[in-house]
């Protein structure tokens, strides 16, 4: 039984986080689909290798119609590989289309449920932390939460002092009369 066949014939999942699981698999097999190999480019093939012009494709073609109307051909790259490569290439603009969609989504649905789970545990901790004054059980357990939220960056923390302290000596200050 193929992977597809297996996904139509169980039953829909349940859970979001069996959904998140049937995406990933279902993400493996296009990958697999498309049957690529795994390439690794430098920066430096990046920078040295021939960049594809947007909009050559016309020409692309004319070339091609021409080369075979007269015979002329590149030895070892015949002029019906380089259709193909320019097919698979529209292909997988395609693909790349849809996926750059998708990861978007995902993308925005990432920096959304991480927000909110943030947001919540921030309000969380705030009320563990007032009932941990009173609790030597929560205030122990709490403790490596406190040390993770406590932290700041070493440029807030400065900036932070200098706000203390401008606040401190404006308070004390007695107003001009």
């Known amino acids: 039984m193929s992977t597809h066949e297996s996904l139509s014939t169980t039953h829909a999942p349940s859970t979001f986080a069996d959904r998140a699981a049937s995406a990933v698999l279902l993400v493996r097999q296009a990958y697999a689909a498309l049957a690529l190999a795994p390439r690794k480019q430098t920066a430096s093939q990046r920078r040295h290798g021939l960049k594809f012009r947007k909009g050559v494709e016309p020409s692309i073609r004319t070339v091609a119609h021409l080369s075979d109307q007269y015979g002329i051909v590149v030895p ?81 923390a400065e900036e932070s002092e200098k706000d203390a302290a401008q606040r401190t000596g404006s308070e004390g200050a007695s107003p001009a009369l």
Not at 80 to 89: I, K, N, P, T, V
Not at 110 to 128: H, K, N, R
């Open 76 to 156: 070892g790259k015949p002029t019906s590989e380089m259709r193909a490569s320019l097919a698979r290439a529209e292909s997988l603009r395609t693909v790349r289309t849809a996926l750059a969609g998708a990861l978007a989504a995902v993308d925005a649905a990432l920096f959304e449920e991480q927000g909110d789970a943030y947001g919540t545990a921030l309000t969380l901790y705030g009320m563990l932390k007032k009932v941990g004054h009173r609790h030597l059980e929560i205030r122990a357990v709490l403790a490596p939460v406190a040390a993770f939220f406590s932290y700041r960056h070493p440029k807030r």
